[in-house]
């Protein structure tokens, strides 16, 4: 299961901000150890808008994305800049350079 989830800024005064928070959310994901996922963010030439790419194992791997602290303190700092809830579209991967994990 993936997500392709856009997210955009009410102003492009917090697009530095984003991308501190985009990135101490990464970075709380891997020192908690969240297994079952794996999160992407890209900026765009927008700069009020954001793209993130959310690729789970499986159920339990979204559910430790979601209860995980560093989702929580991600998403209760950046949400009030947000103009509009994020948007999400389960997407499904058909082919990719990615290699698997362990290979």
């Known amino acids: 299961m993936s997500l392709l ?5 009410k102003t492009p005064e917090d697009h530095a901000a984003q991308i501190t928070a985009m990135e101490t959310l990464v970075a709380g994901l891997k020192s908690e150890g969240v297994a079952g ?5 890209f900026s765009t030439d927008n700069p009020t808008a954001f793209v993130g790419l959310l690729e789970f194992d499986d159920d ?7 209860g995980s602290a560093a989702f929580a303190s991600y998403r209760d700092t ?3 800049t947000f103009a509009n809830p994020p948007q999400t579209t389960e997407i499904t991967a058909i082919a990719s350079t990615r290699s698997a994990a362990g290979s």
């Open 37 to 41: 996922c794996n999160y992407s963010c």
């Open 60 to 66: 339990a791997g979204k559910q430790a994305f979601l």
């Open 5 to 9: 989830v856009h997210y955009a800024l």
């Open 78 to 80: 950046v949400g009030p």
